[in-house]
């Protein structure tokens, strides 16, 4: 198995004007590509929807080496029902503490050093107020499981991930594909895991020789395929080909060509314009609120 990479997770998000705030103000991430979509997705990356939706990729730098968040927004939705299956991205980076505490933006202290904030949506984060180590200051993200014995067999003896480590008494595992990477953390919580409608995805990237392989090994292990192989266009950029799978308990991952993503994933230095641009031209929350009616839950 050849080099193998974490590249994003997707959120779906129902107001699109403060969780770019979020992103920007308060973790501090930029704007690395906007795209606006007139309807659904192949691989439903924005979810079991076929209307006009958008995805915005924000980030500490290039997808080539950072850990990035994906934003999904489906504009007929305004909001989501959050599950247990996502239980937090940590990130750190004293700044993103300092800019929580200026915008007067919720935290609480977990630990020393160690603050807890919500996105909006309720999506969790975990702020570590110290430098990052390394180049990107994403250090994982935390997916809930029911059987950590089950789920730690698929992502390590299946899809290939090393066991970095263990805890037994909280029941926490820490898995990657290599030491300067962002890392998956995997928490049995003793109970089934729920994906609301808000349910995520989590990318990673391989050598396009690699995708059929995955596949195959999933039919042999009877695991499930939620979208066969299959080439996604994106209008005037690389056409790449992915798999969506699901673990034991429903998360979804993709798994992405390494060599057309890299081309498709560069920074796009009209990306924040392109954001604004659309954020003035949405005008959906205003037609439900002439209308007195909220915007559609999912």
């Known amino acids: 198995m050849k080099a193998r990479r974490a590249l994003h997770f997707v959120f ?16 501090g991430m930029r704007v ?22 958008s995805k915005t990729m924000v980030g500490y730098g290039p997808e080539d080496n950072h850990f990035v968040a994906e934003l ?7 909001q989501y029902r959050l599950g247990n299956d996502f239980q937090g991205m940590t990130i750190a980076s004293s700044q993103a503490v300092s800019n929580a505490r200026k915008l007067q933006w919720p935290l609480k202290e977990i630990s020393a050093g160690v603050y807890e904030t919500d996105a909006p949506g309720g999506y969790r984060f975990v702020l570590e107020d110290k430098r990052s180590p390394k180049e990107d200051p994403v250090v994982k993200v935390t997916l809930a ?3 950590l014995p089950n789920s730690v067999d698929y992502w390590s003896r299946l899809l290939g991930m090393k066991v970095y480590s263990r805890d037994e008494s909280q029941r926490r595992v820490i898995l990657g594909y290599a030491d300067d990477q962002c890392k998956l953390e995997l928490q049995d919580i003793g109970q089934a895991v ?3 409608t808000s349910f995520g995805r989590i990318a990673f990237s391989c050598p396009k020789e690699e995708l059929p392989g995955i596949e195959a090994l999933m039919k042999k292990e009877n695991q499930k ?7 996604l266009d994106t209008p005037g950029k690389a056409t790449v080909q992915v798999v969506i799978l699901a673990d034991p308990d429903g998360h979804e991952i ?3 060509g390494d060599e057309a993503f890299r081309e498709l994933s560069q920074v796009d230095p009209e990306g924040e314009k392109l954001l604004e641009e659309a954020m003035a031209a949405d005008k959906s929350h205003e037609w439900f609120a002439k209308r007195n009616i909220s915007k559609p839950s999912a």
């Open 145 to 147: 499981v029911s059987s």
């Open 194 to 196: 729920d994906h609301g």
């Open 72 to 78: 999904t927004y489906n504009y007929g939705v305004g």
């Open 32 to 53: 690395l590509r906007h795209e606006e979509f007139e309807e659904g997705c192949k691989a439903t990356c924005n979810g079991p929807y076929d209307g006009k939706w």
């Open 225 to 231: 395929i939620l979208t066969p192989l299959v080439s």
């Open 254 to 256: 993709c798994f992405v």
């Open 12 to 27: 779906k998000v129902g107001d699109r004007a403060q969780t770019a705030r979020f992103y920007r103000e308060l973790l």
